[in-house]
């Protein structure tokens, strides 16, 4: 029974990496690197070697990354432009985590490995803009009773826009250079491509 029981704790117990961290670094850096504590010793003194040789290859902090695509690592969020972006609620953090993270953060910012994008909290609206000479139909307005139906024109024209105001208003003329008696407003014509 006792000998069942011995299998079975043998069976049950948890894999346990058993590494051994060995920093190569000759200076104040710290490079560390993790072996098998179960390699052999001739092979292990051998990899070290090797690894303190090629000590330059490797990059060890985001500074010596910096020639990398970032496509390779870019993330980007897909936004639709149309909703505003919500900004979400901190989460709390321990003090010392925080100041970590501010550094780390911090590090990969100064090196361009992470960018953080300002997104705008609202865009204007769109204003047409007219330019003198332009030709542009004039939509018409629904409140006349005798175009009623959806096979009835929209707009009418094309007009020229002879001159332009900074506040969206327009001095029409017809093709026969006719001005037309009232000021038109901007958001009721469109251009007219012929």
């Known amino acids: ?4 029981l011995d299998i079975e704790a043998q069976i049950i117990q948890p894999h346990q990496e058993r590494v051994e961290t060995i920093n190569i670094s000759q200076g104040k ?8 504590t179960l390699t052999n010793n001739d092979i292990r003194q051998r990899l070290m070697n090797l690894l303190k040789e090629y000590i330059d290859v490797f990059g060890w902090s985001y500074h010596d990354m910096s020639g990398l695509d970032p496509k390779i690592v870019e ?7 149309e909703f505003r972006p919500i900004k979400q609620k901190l989460r709390r953090v321990k003090l010392e985590w925080s100041h970590k993270i501010k550094e780390e953060v911090q590090k990969q910012i100064d090196v361009a490995f992470l960018i953080v994008p300002h997104y705008p909290e609202w865009l204007a609206n769109i204003v047409p803009c007219s330019i003198v000479g332009d030709l542009v139909l004039k939509k018409l307005l629904p409140s006349q009773k005798d175009r009623i139906g959806k096979w009835m024109p929209n707009c009418e024209g094309p007009y020229m826009v002879k001159r332009d105001f900074s506040r969206g208003a327009l001095i029409l003329t017809n093709m026969d250079g006719k001005e037309l008696i009232h000021l038109i407003n901007a958001n009721v014509v469109k251009k ?3």
């Open 75 to 81: 993330h980007i969020l897909p936004l639709k432009e």
């Open 192 to 194: 007219y491509y012929a």
């Open 29 to 36: 850096e710290i490079k560390e690197i993790s072996i098998d």
């Open 1 to 4: 029974m006792q000998r069942l």
